[in-house]
């Protein structure tokens, strides 16, 4: 430092003079020009004024502000003062007095505003600094310069250590980057490479780095870089640590390693010069890495799903923001460079498969070709393997492919020859492609046309030893369908042309395969990638969109959208549409007109989703209440039937799948078939027809077609022809039928166990309807061969598939009908003769021919003992005919001519309609009446042929085996009921077909006694149907009684229809008697009468059915009623009873069961309006006033009696015409002295229950009949046992009685006036004692098995029939008298309600007789009962022969009256209960016969001024209990006036005679 020293002066006078002086110094040592010198004398200056600051003598803002100042002076006065600082820090440091340094530091820290901080880090002291605060710590400063200085001072500098040569390298480069066209080999260059290191001493992995950087800038020259590479080469590793680090130069950010670089890898690796495993290690970013940015990816996509599946309600601005914002970070995303995906793609590029698929294998799947520059190089990569291939098999006529040069690379994957080549790779390929081979639409089409080739190949080669492998490529394509196809269909947009050339493949797999397929898509494709997952929430998203807008209104705009949605992603969509049309059937309509516009798989799928939608496990098919099927169920299958009409989709899924869940005994879906059924094929199933379209539905297909069905529907031949070739190209129609029919039953014993009872009805009607429904569809669109082929014989349906026998039958009848068509066409052919008998007589043939196996066919299925009494060809007959082959409606065939004729007219007159159109709709319906009155003249012919047929059967129709009864009974159980109650043309088949063996004449068939049968009890019948059938046996019923209804209304038709008929015969004579003169006959009057009765006891079996309570009775016999209104009640006081008891049920049910509500408020509205068409009782059958005043009270006893006449009433009205013959002999004892009384007696006996059997005309021919009986006894029954004896000593007591009957007629007709009514009264009463015994019937042939059965079933009998007869033998006449005021008493408070309710269940219902038609053994029963009531009989006439016997029948009987008077007891007290003080009111009110009935007191009156005649009377009502009704109150006051002691007497003495004649 300069020894300049400032004067003391200065340092005083500072602030005076001291500062100026100084500063003038200073200036003047900086103008100084001797160099060198000046900035010493500065730094001397500087530092005097410093160490005087330092020392305390100057303070230190004057000197800091001077120092400022000055520093403008000169520019380098900043590291000047720096210096001199440095200097002060080192004196100072060493000093000990501490207030030195503080004034240090503070002049330092005053000058740091004009003193650079970087200056004072280079120069002062770490510590100082500190204590400046310039750094942090003084003790990291110092490691860091330390560091520093290390670096720059002794870490050493690698530069050419070996002494290269810059020339060598340049050398290199120009040598490697010659032009290589000529002859220039790697061989050569490689030698002037080796010259070149070795002569300027190259680095040789120096040396291949830069062969490496050429090659990369020049990669088209591949074969010469790879060459010399691999002759260069020293070791791999090396190679690949030199390329790992120029791709990890390529790993900062921002930074694109070029393609060039992942060519070269590309190639080395390709060619094994290194491998991969140790180059993928140098590769950017690590696997764990990719794997989480998968995770993300599908984690966003599903919250993005979500996103869009919630209801969220943002405002629309924030909802535009948000959308901006994500636009804006699209923007800015910059894909990270992925190296592994770089490589990946190269090596694709040059075909280097193997090792591409190992990178893809250690990534997530599908990652790699998500990226799309990875897929269309695999895209690439696929369409040169296949291309060959594909030249040969795949093109389509008249398609050009612009031809592929193929890869030069022979590494890569082989060209594929045939499609066994295509296992080697190509499938790997695609499948790891999956869905991405979106991305290159045409290589997609080229695999799909692929697969159609293959397919095609596949069904034509049938050579076992290629099997095997067309197996493995069959389930190779099923599975890249699965993999690739489909999923590639979703993520392309709206791609039509592409779903048309998958369906071109699809529809060559099975239905099987392809729902398979469907499923999968459905249900797990879109779960596996990101991109679907976001792909289906927005098919969803828009499904909702369009579904919310759709209207019938706008179908047009609505059906192109969804055509557009369901092109790519058909399952999500029809998902989403099958849910709301579930939900809103409404929607059905809408929805089936706006699927127009989808393609041929889109329909595919469509169907396969109506199929998962109905067998939704978690969907219930029953509502909560589990008595009707669930809405949804029922919308689907109206879908079904819609959709598959009116569009092309293949059916076999949807059957298959009816049939697999009738199969599991699942009745529910018949629904769809039923649907399917109706809309394709035009068949309607309802029970609600018109009679008009009954009528139409008689006729030929096509009248059926224009009047049987609700809604014309029209143009079924297109889709008709499509259900059938579905169900014969998957053999569903037979097994279709077999397991609807068996399914009926199963419905009601395997399905029915905790169902509703009303369900079970549904699913039974429903299953039947649809069996009928089917049936008709395949008879009248399945060809003869066809069908024939189809259906097996009617043994093997019964036997074999166990087939109910009325189903059976309904199957094999259109088959019966086209053999005999055909049989007599084929006979035609071979005889050409015109002549109309000619062609009846080869129809004849036919039919014998094609109906004789069938014959012997249907004797297995009944029991051998059946055929004694029918025919089995009868039975054949019956059930293969059809009311086609019975009748023309020609009414029917006129109306629809007429309509036409009609429509024709009103085109002609509409100015409206253009005159084409005008033509063509005439010619329409000229052509249609052309062919209904072409079809009703083939008809007309037909039904004339079939009837001449039945003419010459008719002889053979019925054997004389066993009694009449047993014909009637098995052809009721056998035939009639089974088919009444199958459809509503059967019901009608089945009335016409009695009708018409009746007009047929046809031997031993009893007509009278077949209708007796069908409408004497119909309760349990009524009971046991579903609510279709009561439909159907309504009208059964209807049609009956319409027959019935002419007969009764009509004297002359009833001659000409009936009298001369053997059905009318009164006695059945055995083969070979000559019979039916005009005694035998039923005549006009007796009939009505029996007409009568038939009415009472309809309306008895209504009102015990509507008093029942329980649901289905009263629903039935509603629904029977409302069937048969137009021809019952015809009989004012019939009436009055069902109006009543109806009005009971309707208040009864109004808020408890409204279905039953409304049933009997529509049949009481209706009842109501018939009310003017029903007449008195007495203008229904003859009725005169004397007569009626001396007839017992039985005639007037209506559904409401009590007391046992009545259950006594019910045997013999059953039983009324099982044996004509015996029942005559007794009815007619003593009982016809004129004409007028014969009506009367016969109309007494009627309303009892057999004024069937009553007539006044087969006297004579009771001897003869008798006489024949005792013959035909002998012969058959075995002497041996008691019962046979006592039956011959019966047999001769008849005789003596039917002699002593015949001459008391002759007496009385010549002794009694007409006048003599008292007489004749008393007669009758006495002839009703007679009927008494013997109404109850004995079997005319009683053959072994008969007594046998009736020894069996006596002991189980005995309750029933002591409940229903009344003892034979005489009673004391006060006990007669006491029970009879019992009853008479009980009756002042009956009312047909409880009399039936009671009597129906207790004695009525429990007969077998009753149950005939329903209980096989119902025959056996019917005959032990009459054998068991003729033995007490004839005992008690005989005297009591046998004394033990007569004792112990006795008291049983006695028991029996107890029991009897108890129930009559305990039934008042319930009346009572019931009833209350009404009871009186409603018994006058509602009993169906009493005209005017009088009160309890009125009657006590009239019973004390006549007890002796009452005693007369109960003793004869006593004896006449088995066809005697008790007497009603109103015929006690009728009878009072004219009856006096003298007639009491006589009636005594009258019963006396009659027990003289017995």
């Given amino acids: 430092m300069a020894t300049l020293i400032l004067p003391g002066e200065w340092i005083k006078n500072w602030e005076k003079s001291g500062k100026h002086e100084f500063v003038q110094l200073c200036k003047e040592l900086t103008e100084k020009t001797d160099h060198g010198n000046e900035t010493k004398d500065i730094q001397a200056a500087l530092y005097e004024v410093c160490s005087q600051v330092v020392q305390g003598n100057l303070k230190i803002d004057l000197v800091s502000a001077v120092l400022g100042e000055m520093m403008e002076l000169r520019d380098d006065l900043p590291s000047i003062l720096a210096d001199v600082f440095c200097i002060l820090d080192l004196e100072t440091g060493a ?141 791999p590793i090396t190679l690949c640590h030199i390329l790992g680090f120029k791709f990890k130069f ?71 923001k948000e959308k901006e914002k994500e636009k804006e970070e699209e923007k800015n995303e910059k894909p990270p460079d992925n190296q592994k995906l770089g490589l990946l793609e190269a090596l694709l590029r040059i075909g280097d498969w193997h090792h591409a698929q190992s990178i893809m294998d250690q990534m997530p799947s599908f990652y790699a070709t998500s990226h799309k520059a990875i897929a269309l190089a695999l895209c690439q990569l696929v369409h040169l393997t296949v291309e060959p291939l594909y030249r040969r098999a795949g093109v389509p006529k008249g398609a050009k492919g612009c031809a592929l040069q193929p890869l030069k690379n022979k590494r890569a994957p082989q060209p594929t020859e045939s499609f066994e080549d295509l296992r080697k790779d190509t499938f790997s390929m695609l499948c790891y492609l999956g869905p991405h081979l979106s991305h290159d639409p045409i290589l997609f089409a080229k695999i799909v046309r692929l697969g159609k080739s293959f397919m095609k190949e596949y069904q034509s080669d049938g050579r076992p030893e290629v099997k095997d492998k067309m197996e493995i490529l069959l389930s190779c394509f099923l599975s890249i369908a699965d993999q690739v196809l489909l999923p590639s269909l979703s993520l392309m947009e709206c791609n039509a042309c592409m779903s048309e050339e ?87 309509v809408p929805v089936v007109d706006s699927l127009k516009y989808l393609t041929s798989l889109n329909y595919d799928v469509l169907a396969y989703c109506i199929i998962e939608a109905l ?43 009816v049939t697999n869940q009738l199969k599991a005994g699942k009745s529910f879906d018949l629904l769809i078939l039923k649907e399917v059924v109706q809309k394709m094929a035009g068949i309607e199933i309802t029970d609600e027809m018109t009679s008009e379209q009954l009528e139409a539905m008689t006729g030929g297909e096509q009248l059926k077609a224009e009047g049987g069905y609700f809604g014309q529907i029209r143009n079924t031949k297109k889709s008709s022809q499509r259900l059938k070739d579905a169900l014969l190209d998957h053999e569903l129609a037979l097994p279709l039928c077999l397991l609807m029919a068996q399914q009926r039953n199963g419905v009601v014993f395997l399905e029915g166990g905790e169902k509703h009872l009303k369900l079970v009805g549904h699913l039974y009607d429903q299953c039947h309807d649809t069996l009928v429904q089917f049936g008709g569809f395949l008879a009248s669109n399945l060809s003869t061969e066809d069908y024939i082929k189809r259906v097996p014989s009617i043994d093997v349906l019964c036997n074999q598939f166990h087939t109910p026998h009325d189903a059976a039958f309904f199957l094999s009848r259109p088959m019966y009908a086209h053999q005999i068509l055909s049989k007599y066409e084929e006979l035609k052919k071979a005889e050409k003769g015109n002549r109309q008998q000619q062609k009846v007589t080869k129809y004849v043939a036919a039919c014998e021919q094609v109906m004789m196996p069938v014959h012997e066919a249907v004797m297995s299925l009944h029991p051998a003992r059946v055929w004694d009494d029918l025919r089995p060809q009868f039975y054949a007959t019956f059930w293969s005919l059809t009311m086609y082959d019975l009748a023309v409606p020609h009414a029917a065939y006129e109306r629809e001519v007429n309509k036409l004729r009609v ?41 004339q042929r079939v009837l001449h047929r039945l003419k010459l059967e008719k002889d053979s129709w019925l054997l004389t085996k066993s009694t009449k009864n047993e014909t009637i009974t098995k052809f009721l159980q056998l035939c009639l009921f089974p088919r009444c109650i199958f459809s509503s043309i059967d019901a009608v088949y089945c009335a016409r077909f009695v009708e018409l063996v009746h007009q047929q004449k046809t031997p031993n068939f009893c007509t009278l006694l077949c209708y007796d049968r069908v409408f004497s009890a119909i309760i349990y019948t009524v009971a046991s149907c579903t609510e279709n059938e009561s439909h159907r046996y309504g009208r059964f019923l209807c049609c009956m009684l319409e027959t019935v ?107 408890k069961r409204p279905d039953l509500y409304a049933l009997a408020m529509g049949y009481s509205g209706r009842l109501k309006s018939q009310k003017v068409h029903m007449v008195p009782e007495n203008e229904f059958h003859h009725k005169d006033q004397p007569a009626r005043s001396a007839t017992p009270a039985s005639q007037q006893n209506g559904p409401g009696s009590t007391g046992k006449p009545a259950a006594n009433t019910s045997k013999t009205e059953e039983g009324g015409f099982e044996d004509g013959d015996r029942v005559k002999d007794k009815s007619q004892g003593t009982s016809k002295p004129v004409n007028k009384a014969n009506s009367t007696a016969a109309k ?12 006044t005309k087969a006297v004579k021919d009771d001897k003869e009949k008798s006489g024949k009986e005792k013959k035909e006894k002998k012969e058959k029954t075995p002497g041996s046992t008691p019962e046979t004896k006592a039956e011959s000593r019966r047999e001769k007591q008849r005789d003596e009685r039917a002699g002593k009957e015949e001459r008391l007629l002759r007496e009385g007709k010549e002794k009694t006036p007409k006048a003599d009514r008292e007489k004749v009264k008393l007669d009758e009463k006495s002839g009703k004692d007679d009927k008494a015994k013997a109404g109850n019937g004995e079997p005319v042939e009683p053959g072994r098995d008969a007594v046998k059965e009736s020894k069996n079933k006596e002991k189980g009998d005995r309750n029933a029939a002591t409940a229903t007869l009344k003892s034979p033998n005489p009673r004391s006449d006060s006990a007669e008298s006491e029970r009879d005021h019992k009853r008479r008493k009980l009756d002042s408070h009956s009312s047909p309600s409880h009399s039936s309710s009671v009597k129906d269940s207790s004695n009525e219902l429990k007969d077998p007789a009753t149950k005939q038609h329903i209980n096989f053994n119902s025959v056996a029963r019917s005959k032990s009962r009459e054998r068991e009531v003729e033995k007490k009989d004839t005992e008690s006439v005989q005297g009591r022969s046998k004394e033990k016997k007569e004792e112990k029948e006795r008291k049983e009987r006695k028991r029996d009256h107890a029991v009897n008077d108890r129930e009559a007891s305990q039934e008042s007290k319930r009346r009572k209960d019931e009833n209350g003080t009404n009871s009186s009111k409603n018994s006058q009110s509602t009993s169906p016969s009493c005209d005017s009935p009088l009160t309890p007191e009125k009657e006590k009156t009239k019973r004390s001024k006549s007890s002796s005649k009452e005693k007369a009377e109960s003793v004869k009502a006593e004896r006449t209990s088995s066809g005697g009704k008790k007497e009603s109150r109103h015929e006690k006051s009728e009878k009072k006036e004219k009856r006096d002691s003298a007639g009491g007497k006589e009636e005594k003495k009258h019963h006396k005679s009659s027990d003289k004649h017995r």
Avoid at 271 to 288: F, G, N, S, W
Avoid at 1119 to 1139: D, F, H, M, R, S
Avoid at 1246 to 1252: K, V
């Fill in 250 to 320: 390529y790993q900062e950010p921002n930074e694109e390693t070029p393609k060039s670089l992942y060519h070269i890898a590309a190639a080395l690796l390709n060619h094994k010069l290194i491998e991969l495993e140790d180059l993928y290690v140098h590769l950017m970013p690590v696997d764990a890495t990719i794997v989480e940015e998968h995770k993300r990816e599908i984690s966003e996509a599903k919250q993005i799903a979500r996103k869009l599946v919630t209801v969220v309600l943002p405002s629309e601005k924030s909802e535009d």
């Fill in 903 to 943: 429509q024709i007219k009103a085109i002609e007159e509409n100015s409206e309609i253009p005159l084409n159109k005008k033509k063509k709709e005439k010619e329409r319906c000229t052509a249609l009446q052309e062919k209904l009155q072409e079809e009703e003249k083939k008809q007309m012919e037909h039904v």
């Fill in 1244 to 1255: 007494v006996t009627t309303s009892n229950g057999n004024g069937a059997l009553n007539s």
């Fill in 502 to 588: 998958l369906w071109g493949l699809f529809k060559l797999f099975p239905y099987q395969h392809r729902y398979r397929l469907y499923g999968q898509w459905k249900n797990e494709t879109y779960s596996g990638h990101p991109l679907l997952v976001k792909v289906k929430a927005q098919t969803v998203e828009r499904a909702k969109y369009i579904m919310k807008r759709l209207t019938k209104e706008n179908i047009k705009q609505s059906g192109r959208q969804i055509g557009k949605l369901s092109h790519s992603n058909p399952t999500i969509l029809f998902d989403y549409m099958l849910s709301q049309i579930q939900w809103y059937d409404n929607l059905i």
């Fill in 615 to 657: 067998a939704n496990p978690e969907k219930e098919k029953m509502k909560h209440d589990d008595t009707t099927l669930s809405l949804w169920l029922q919308s689907l299958a109206s879908l079904c039937g819609a959709v598959f009409r009116k569009y092309p989709i293949e059916l076999a899924g949807l059957l298959q799948y």
């Fill in 1045 to 1151: 209804t002419r007969w009764h209304s009509n004297r002359a038709v009833y001659e000409k229809e009936c009298v001369n008929y053997p059905g009318f015969l009164t006695i059945f004579r055995a083969a070979g008697f000559d019979g039916g003169n005009k005694a035998d006959q039923l005549d006009y009057e007796n009939f009505r009468h029996v007409v009568h009765k038939w009415h009472y006891m309809l309306t008895k079996a209504s009102v015990h059915c509507l008093e029942t309570g329980d649901y289905t009775h009263i629903r039935n016999i509603l629904i029977v009623l409302t069937k048969i209104l137009p021809c019952y009640p015809k009989v004012l006081n019939l009436g009055q009873a069902l109006e009543c008891r109806v009005h009971k049920i309707c208040l009864e049910e109004k808020d």
């Fill in 95 to 235: 000093l000990e007095e501490k207030n030195k340094r503080d004034h240090y530091t503070h002049l330092v820290g005053a000058c740091l505003s004009f003193v650079p901080e970087a200056i004072l880090k280079e120069r002062l002291d770490p510590e100082t600094l500190e204590s400046l605060g310039l750094i942090k710590q003084a003790h990291q400063f110092n490691q860091k310069i330390v560091k520093i200085k290390t670096k720059l001072f002794y870490k050493q500098q690698k530069f050419n250590l070996l002494r290269e040569e810059n020339e060598g390298y340049a050398k290199l480069i120009t040598e490697l980057g010659q032009d290589l066209s000529g002859n220039i080999t790697s061989h050569l260059v490689l030698e002037s490479i080796k010259s070149l290191i070795g002569c300027f001493n190259l680095d040789p992995n120096r040396v291949l780095d830069i062969i490496l950087e050429v090659y990369e800038s020049r990669s088209e020259q591949d074969e010469f870089f790879l060459s010399l590479i691999k002759s260069y080469m020293c070791e």
